[in-house]
């Protein structure tokens, strides 16, 4: 298992950043040239051959050269990977005689458009042959990291202090040799031994919401940061600030941060399995505001998957649908027990918040309803759903 931390590079000095971040613009002014010339090509090789790294024309060393050209490469192979995979399940469907799949898998792989990838972000990735790491110096530092073989004779020592979770991947792993390189910081990766799943332990469910991060089934729920911010308040301002701007692009990754700190405060110690809405495609085809068009539950998941990851613990994901119109008490979904972030059972009165509601409802084993259920609306007039091996699944009579 691989993990990575980043440390700042705010303690470098003037002269030895300006010189990282030319390196860093030719660099990616490499891949860029590296991608004109092998986006064409069928069978992208792993190590770009001379005959292509000649024609590149840079100050950068030929072992740079090398590593842009290998980066270039696993950019295009990403790039071009999901559409080979749709071509590859449409023959297939083909071949079984799935015709009407395969009809519908033609019509997504004919509107969708593979283009060349935007790299004006990419960190360049520096092996072991472009670094030296000291740990052990006498300076104020935790360590030097000594950056060379990058061309003009530049020869970079940046100095470098732990973080917390810096600290607390070494302790449990190993610290890889390679790092990437950005204009603010360096990140490292470790290697950490496989965490096998639990088999004993609390089921929780967890819903995502816009204004809090996550809502558990046992009550405990996302809060505010010492400023006083939540994510209600931190997509408020990322609304009004115009996007591509500095002042956008910091509110992003306060977003981030205070996304990346609530899942931290999760206790996952005595939990086996964490039961998640399954959202997809939330936005699709329908316009949102500017506020919610900053609820970010992709980046939500993928905090929460990497913290069970670690953890040992399963991660479920279902379908989000009625669980926010279900009542945890009686079962009864009507699209009426909803307002807002006030949950009230139009049946048995049972008053509660909508988050908390909707996680218990996710953590609790229901009879999954088909699309042709879904498609007769009965939510609308209400009826009940209630667990498995209960009297009344999907009934429309009130209970008495």
Known sequence: MIKSTKTTLK???????????QFIEE?????????NLLWSQENLPTLVP?????????WLSKRAVQAAAKQASGVIRGTKKKQKQRLYVYNKLVEEGKYKQARKLKRIIDSTTTTKPNISDIQPELDQRFIKQDWENTTIFDGIVTLSSLGRKYKIPVPIKKTKHFNKLLAKGNLKLGIR??????????????VPKKTVGAILGLDIGVKNVFTLSNGISSQPDIHGHTLDSINKKLSRKKKGSKAFLRAQQHRTNYINWSLNQLNLENVKTIRAEN??????GSKTSRYLSHFTYTEIYSKLENLSETNGVHIERLSPTYTSQRC??????????????QFKCVVCKFSE??????????????????????????????????????????SSTPET
């Open 353 to 394: 918040d909508a988050d908390l509601n909707a996680a218990k409802n996710i953590s609790t084993p229901l009879k999954a309803i088909s699309k042709e259920q879904r498609l007769l609306h009965k939510n609308r007039k209400g009826f009940y759903w209630n667990e498995i091996g209960k009297e009344f699944i999907v």
């Open 279 to 284: 959202i997809k495609h939330l936005r699709k």
């Open 328 to 341: 945890s008490k009686c079962g009864w979904v009507c699209s009426r027990n909803r307002k807002g972030k």
């Open 27 to 35: 660099y990616r002014d490499v891949v860029s040239q590296f991608i």
């Open 181 to 194: 390189l950005s204009k603010q910081n360096i990140t490292f990766m470790f290697t950490l031994p496989e």
């Open 11 to 21: 303690f470098t000095n003037v002269e030895k950043l300006n010189k990282l971040h």
């Open 50 to 58: 001379k005959a292509l790294t000649s024609q590149i024309n840079t």
